[in-house]
């Protein structure tokens, strides 16, 4: 089974920036969409932002205007930068990948086959 794996998570004051990654071995992100989601303990885990096999970017209203999503295909990586961190930002973050563009909504996570473990980002005040 194809194993996601992000990384870039940490202890951050708000205002800050993060940038995350998630790198899988077994797939070519180009052929696939993915998106970046995020869950609370004891939280439903929401969609945060996506980058379509076709390259459509989409992002939840929360981040707009301070998040970007992308792909660098030469790395075979999809990263999430991160700026003006507030601690409402303070979450476990997931990737996820589905070949081509799947079947629901980019946000939706029932859009995607595969998941990372998370990394936690932690927004300080």
């Known amino acids: 089974e194809v194993q996601l794996v992000e990384s870039g998570g940490a202890l951050v004051q708000a205002g800050g920036s993060l940038r995350l990654s998630c790198e899988a071995p077994?797939?070519?992100?180009?052929?696939?969409?993915v998106g970046w989601f995020r869950q609370a303990p004891g939280k439903k885990r929401v969609g945060v932002s996506a980058?379509?096999?076709?390259?459509?970017?989409d992002y939840a209203d929360s981040v707009k205007g301070r998040f970007t999503v992308g792909k660098n295909n030469a790395k075979n990586t999809v990263y999430l930068q991160m700026n003006s961190l507030n601690p409402e930002d303070t979450d476990i973050y997931y990737c996820a990948a589905v070949r081509g563009e799947g079947k629901y909504y980019f946000l939706d996570e029932q859009n995607y086959d595969y998941w990372g473990q998370g990394t936690q980002v932690t927004v300080s005040s």
């Open positions: 077994g797939i070519t992100f180009d052929d696939y969409t």
């Open positions: 980058i379509s096999a076709s390259g459509y970017l």
